[in-house]
């Protein structure tokens, strides 16, 4: 069955970096688009970023665009989130999510991870 | 980016009712919107994408309808494992966005 595991959340302090890892199971990797979702504690769902299944286009939320990065090893069954220049304000628990299509993304995810908790404070 | 408002934000219901939940989007996305459910603690789950579609697996109680900009989702019969979080995201164009969520809870 469909599986997917987010890792590397932690505590951080204001400024600096950190790159979250997904592994995906079940499905073939390679076809399907991958996103980013993030809630901060107590909060709603927020869209952060996606990437299309063979790593040609990358589309991100206004917060995460210059800060953020997604990508991809397919090789891996990997998607990444390298966050830089982190902010109280990305504290949040973030969730990667398996696209609801093969190919080009459909914009709706299907199957999520249970989340990693990512706490940005000094 | 699209502002997608949900209502109410709180709704009381009793085992049995027939609930609507609503989503309106700031512009039109025609059919192109989902709608999930999350539990404290657990990962949201997807119900109904493209509006109206039934995701594999998901009980035939949930029902979504509607285009443009404005939505609705229907349990025609709420169960105990159906008070949650429920939350509308649009997927017409980027950033997605999802609404702010409407929650069920126990009368």
């Known amino acids: 069955q469909v599986q997917v595991m987010e890792s590397g959340g932690g505590v951080v302090r204001p400024g600096r970096s950190l790159r979250l890892s997904c592994v995906a199971s079940?499905?073939?990797?390679?076809?399907?688009?991958m996103h980013w979702v993030r809630q901060a504690p107590g909060k709603g769902l927020e869209w952060v970023a996606v990437?299309?299944?063979?790593?040609?286009?990358?589309f991100y939320a206004g917060s995460a665009k210059g800060r953020f990065t997604i990508s991809r090893d397919n090789s891996k069954n990997t998607v990444y989130l390298q966050m830089n220049n982190l902010r109280a304000e990305d504290t949040a628990v973030y969730y990667c999510?398996?696209?609801?299509?093969?190919?080009?993304?459909?914009?709706?995810?299907?199957?999520w991870g249970q989340g990693t908790l990512v706490t940005v404070s000094s | 980016d699209i502002q997608m408002t949900q209502s109410p934000s709180t709704l009381s219901a009793s085992v049995g009712d027939r609930v609507t939940l609503t989503c309106r989007a700031s512009?039109?996305?025609?059919?192109?919107l989902a709608w999930y459910q999350q539990k404290p603690g657990t990962a949201p789950k997807l119900l109904i994408y493209?509006?109206?579609n039934l995701e594999s697996g998901v009980p035939s109680r949930f029902s979504g309808s509607g285009s443009g900009t404005e939505f609705t989702l229907t349990i025609s019969s709420l169960q105990p494992d159906d008070f949650a979080t429920y939350y509308c995201?649009?997927?017409?164009?980027?950033?997605?966005?999802f609404g702010q969520g409407t929650k069920v809870e126990i009368k």
């Open positions: 512009q039109n996305v025609n059919r192109w």
């Open positions: 995201q649009q997927y017409i164009v980027y950033p997605w966005t």
């Open positions: 079940g499905f073939t990797f390679s076809t399907y688009g």
């Open positions: 990437i299309w299944y063979d790593g040609t286009n990358e």
């Open positions: 999510g398996r696209d609801g299509a093969p190919r080009d993304s459909s914009g709706y995810v299907e199957y």
């Open positions: 493209t509006s109206s």
